[in-house]
């Protein structure tokens, strides 16, 4: 267990709280959805079209899992196109009060999500991103024009992937955002393949400890390009990797993970597990778990 030395942020997020003290605060639980690989679910991602009964079946269980687990439930929203942020967003809002990640790898979709949330008023319950030292100044300003609050921030460095090389990373990217009007940041520590699970959660610690900034990865990235895995994709050996992979960070003091939504009955409890123990051990260590901990709901 750990306490760290850095003093530790916490922001609120579509009412969740998120960050703080080792212990303290259960990490929130984003479940990822319409990305690639959910045909299931989405037959049509340039125009957003989903099953939405579905959908709001998967986002209901989630929600049943968090009130059960004491983990805070939030979405990663994968968006591909840009013509599918109207339809994903309105859903989402009528559907869920859960906080939103809504992140894509292009800065065209990057800066429609930052307005069209501004535009319709979902701003608090919003998270976007991801910023890199590649994101563009012009991306930079539509999130300062539409007063975006909280931004994700990819801490990846190609030149030294090291957990000491992601600390570097945070100070670079400071430089670039440092005098835009953001309240908050979620710090990514970038997870690359299976393997690569270890260096994320050891650079979980070393942020949290020397930045205190909220602090996660996705996990699922890895396992989602695992191979020889992928052909197993719904056994119980898939579903005990993809559990494990999500655990770990939590066990190094990650504020949030993100899964893939379809794994929530086997991963989200495996999540909320791991979270009581981690605060039941850094007790001894003087932190005092929230009311609505994990801790107090699962050991029953």
């Not at 990797?241 to 993970?257: E, N, R, T």
Request: hydrophobic share 40%; charged share 25%.
């Amino acid at each position: 267990m750990f306490k760290f030395k850095a003093e530790q942020k916490v922001y609120t997020i579509g009412g969740v709280k998120i960050g703080g003290q080792a212990g303290v605060n259960p990490p929130v639980i984003y479940g990822s959805i319409f990305g690639e690989g959910q045909e299931k679910l989405v037959a049509d991602h340039k125009k957003g079209v989903f099953d939405r009964k579905k959908a709001e079946r998967i986002i209901k269980r989630q929600e049943e899992l968090s009130d059960r687990t004491g983990c805070p439930d939030a979405l990663d929203v994968v968006v591909i196109y840009a013509g599918a942020v109207p339809s994903y967003l309105d859903f989402l809002e009528k559907v869920t009060d859960a906080p939103l990640n809504v992140g894509s790898m292009t800065s065209e979709i990057r800066m429609a999500v930052a307005r069209y949330v501004s535009e319709v008023g979902l701003i608090n319950r919003v998270t976007c991103g991801p910023i890199s030292l590649e994101t563009k100044k012009e991306e930079l300003e539509v999130f300062k024009e539409e007063r975006i609050p909280f931004v994700e921030l990819s801490l990846f460095n190609k030149a030294d992937p090291t957990s000491h090389g992601r600390v570097k990373m945070w100070r670079k990217l400071w430089e670039r955002i440092k005098d835009l009007p953001f309240k908050g940041y979620l710090l990514d520590t970038a997870v690359l393949d299976m393997p690569s699970i270890a260096q994320s959660s050891l650079s979980v610690l070393e942020v949290k400890d020397k930045l205190g900034y909220p602090v996660g990865c996705a996990p699922d990235n890895g396992i989602a390009i695992w191979k020889s895995m992928t052909e197993k994709k719904g056994t119980n050996e898939y579903m005990n990797a993809a559990s494990l992979a999500a655990v770990i960070p939590i066990l190094y003091g990650a504020d949030w993970i993100v899964y893939n939504i379809d794994h929530l009955e086997w991963v989200f409890p495996a999540c909320a597990l791991a979270s009581g123990i981690f605060a039941y051990g850094a007790r001894e260590l003087g932190a005092k778990p929230s009311p609505e901990h994990a801790l107090y709901r699962i050991f029953k």
